[in-house]
T-cell receptor, first 112, second 115 residues
Framework: NAGVTQTPKFRVLKTGQSMTLLCAQD?????MYWYRQDPGMGLRLIHY???????AKGEVPDGYNVSRLKKQNFLLGLESAAPSQTSVYFC???????????FGQGTRLTVV | AQKVTQAQTEISVVEKEDVTLDCVYE???????LFWYKQPPSGELVFLIR??????QNEISGRYSWNFQKSTSSFNFTITASQVVDSAVYFC????????????FGAGTRLFVKA
């Protein structure tokens, strides 16, 4: 079982460029999440999805968009990257609310 | 509002010492869930434990133990006889209906265990 897989693992963007981070899970989980991790701030929820075709905003959604066209995939898009979006991004999935989360390996994004 | 506070930013201990990581939470919910996750130097986050608000029994798993006290809104994590492999960042987290059951994480505590 691969679990939760994120691609890419590393990326450097120039300010204003766009990119999409892909998260794929093979556990048939309903819920998927995108977090960003910054020093001293823990993990902050960007967007999440409670099922295929649904998305919702988390704590820090500005500057990001998401899509969940297939149950197993959750995409995070940056339309116009800014240096403030330099961070480590984690995708996670759960079977339901309040259950343990399975995390991907993380994507280290640097915006210059 | 929901909030998780991990006041200890970094802790350094020598191998075989016991260490307690503190977690204090705030919530108005009567039903909620608390979690601990470990993030080793490799970067991935690993689930350690989940506790619901109606179960205040302490839990022990090998060298790990958790103390949940609703009276002080704390969910502390103790590692007994620490080992170098315990070096990691540990996150406490909270989930409840007020936040739409979204999981809120604390800032994390970085534990260094020296040989």
């Amino acid at each position: 079982n691969a679990g939760v897989t994120q691609t890419p693992k590393f990326r450097v963007l120039k300010t204003g460029q766009s990119m999409t981070l892909l998260c794929a899970q093979d556990m048939n989980h309903e819920y998927m999440y995108w977090y960003r991790q910054d020093p001293g701030m823990g993990l902050r929820l960007i967007h999440y999805s409670v099922g295929e075709g649904t998305t919702a905003k988390g704590e820090v959604p500005d500057g990001y968009n998401v899509s969940r066209l297939k149950k197993q995939n959750f995409l995070l898009g940056l339309e116009s990257a800014a240096p403030s979006q330099t961070s480590v991004y984690f995708c996670a999935s759960t079977t339901a609310k309040n259950t343990e989360a399975f995390f991907g390996q993380g994507t280290r994004l640097t915006v210059v | 509002a929901q909030k998780v506070t991990q006041a200890q930013t970094e802790i350094s201990v020598v191998e075989k010492e016991d260490v307690t990581l503190d977690c204090v939470y705030e919530t108005r919910d009567t039903t909620y869930y608390l979690f601990w996750y470990k993030q080793p130097p490799s970067g991935e986050l690993v689930f350690l434990i989940r506790r619901n608000s109606f179960d205040e029994q302490n839990e022990i798993s090998g060298r790990y133990s958790w103390n949940f006290q609703k009276s002080t809104s704390s969910f502390n994590f103790t590692i007994t006889a620490s080992q170098v492999v315990d070096s990691a960042v540990y996150f406490c987290a909270l989930s409840g209906p007020t936040g739409g059951f979204k999981t809120i994480f604390g800032a994390g505590t970085r534990l260094f265990v020296k040989a």
